[in-house]
């Protein structure tokens, strides 16, 4: 019986935080599930934890990248060896409430896609903050989601590589799609406030690589809506940058 949500993690030297990350999934009260750890060319022991997780657990699915190729390439990997109806994003340093998939399995309907809010956390636990989505495109992680596989089969979505800002492009080519979707006032996604993270960690070629990247998607925008949508995630992105 194939499994109705693939779960993709990808993990590059998250050692000190995997454990935790794959033991909320392993407890979801949603159980139908194939979860797909992506081992990203880890210099640490990540894939040790991994490997030994699956070990134990027969949902559980290792693949491993020989060098570090970015969260894309792994994320990518994830796709590729998907199998279940439905698609959600976890990273391996953050970890889900346990009715995390069944609360979103259960509202998204005939929709593509639904979307969740967040909390910021400290690696005690601690919650710094707490986000729900007041528009669709608030947030551009593809975690606090769950998708219909099919949209990105029909329309080849995958991640694009060489940049950390991945998740921009692809929340815009997602969007693109003109997906249905629902945002539910949920929580469930815990997002640890990891100074060390690829996410935290900011340097101008990247951001001038990302402007580019959506200069050029507003140049061969088909529709004015999308086009729009492009700029207003530009300014967003400028006025989130100059505020570090």
């Not at 629902?182 to 100074?195: F, H, I, Q, V």
């Amino acid at each position: 019986m194939k499994p109705t949500i693939s779960v993709i993690v990808p993990i590059y030297n998250a050692e000190l935080y995997l454990a935790k990350c794959i033991e909320s999934l392993l407890h979801q009260t949603y159980t139908s599930l194939q979860i797909i750890l992506v081992n990203d060319g880890s210099t640490d022991n990540s894939l040790t934890v991994a490997n030994t997780y699956a070990a134990q657990d027969n949902r559980i699915k290792v693949y491993s990248l020989d060098t570090n190729q970015g969260q894309s390439a792994a994320r990518n990997v994830g796709l590729q060896h998907a199998t279940g109806e439905y698609v959600s994003f976890v990273d391996a340093d953050d970890y889900v409430d346990y009715n995390f998939h069944e609360y979103m399995l259960q509202h998204i309907g005939n929709l593509d896609c639904v979307q969740i809010g967040y909390r910021r956390v400290t690696n005690k636990g601690k919650v710094l903050i707490r986000k729900l989505p007041k528009h669709f495109y608030q947030f551009t992680s593809p975690c606090m989601r769950l998708y219909r596989r099919e949209v990105f089969m029909q329309h080849g979505l995958y991640f694009p590589s060489g940049m950390i800002y991945e998740d921009v492009v692809f929340s815009l080519d997602f969007w693109a799609t003109h997906p249905k979707y629902k945002m539910l006032s949920y929580t469930g996604y815990n997002y640890l406030a990891n100074t060390h993270s690829t996410t935290a960690t900011r340097n101008l070629v990247a951001r001038e690589l990302l402007f580019a990247t959506l200069q050029e998607k507003r140049q061969q925008a088909h529709s004015i809506r999308h086009k729009l949508l492009i700029t207003y995630t530009m300014l967003r992105l400028k006025l989130h940058f100059f505020d570090k």
